[in-house]
């Protein structure tokens, strides 16, 4: 019972700092059509993110992972820093793709799903007493 609600929580928090992430996005682009983000080589809505980041003063965005492989850890109590990640699509959409190629039809995939990535910066970690 507890665990099911600690799962809901969770999913709930997921969907909670999805829906932020899209705002900020939508934001970013909107501004980024007016003309605020001029200068700005990567024009995608993470490069967006990540100008948005270093202007904040988070520089140098890491994957947890990317921190600990090169001997740093995050300081605790750090909060993550949210980009999109790499889009999924399903496998039955795949498998969908996929007959419609065999039958000669080209397709786009429908809308992907895009995950959440966490990053932290520099200033969020230490090298590690290892």
Same mark, same amino acid.
């Given at each position: 019972m507890k665990k099911e609600r600690d799962g809901k929580k969770e999913h709930e928090a997921r969907l909670l700092k999805r829906q932020q992430l899209k705002t900020l996005s939508q934001s970013l682009v909107a501004r980024r059509e007016l003309g605020e983000y001029m200068g700005n080589e990567d024009d995608t809505v993470n490069g967006l993110l990540r100008f948005y980041y270093a202007c904040k003063g988070y520089t140098n965005l890491k994957t947890f992972k990317e921190w600990k492989e090169t001997g740093y850890s +995050?300081?605790? #109590?750090?909060?993550?820093?949210?980009?999109? #990640?790499?889009?999924? +699509? $399903?496998? $039955?959409?795949?498998?969908?793709?996929?007959?419609?190629?065999?039958? #000669?039809? !080209?397709? !786009?995939?429908?809308?992907?799903?895009?995950?959440?990535?966490?990053?932290?910066?520099? $200033?969020? +970690?230490?090298? $590690?007493?290892?």
């Open positions: +995050v300081r605790k #109590g750090e909060k993550a820093l949210l980009i999109w #990640g790499k889009p999924i +699509v $399903s496998k $039955s959409e795949k498998q969908r793709i996929e007959e419609q190629k065999m039958q #000669g039809k !080209e397709e !786009e995939a429908k809308e992907d799903f895009f995950p959440l990535c966490y990053l932290f910066a520099e $200033s969020q +970690v230490h090298k $590690s007493n290892e």
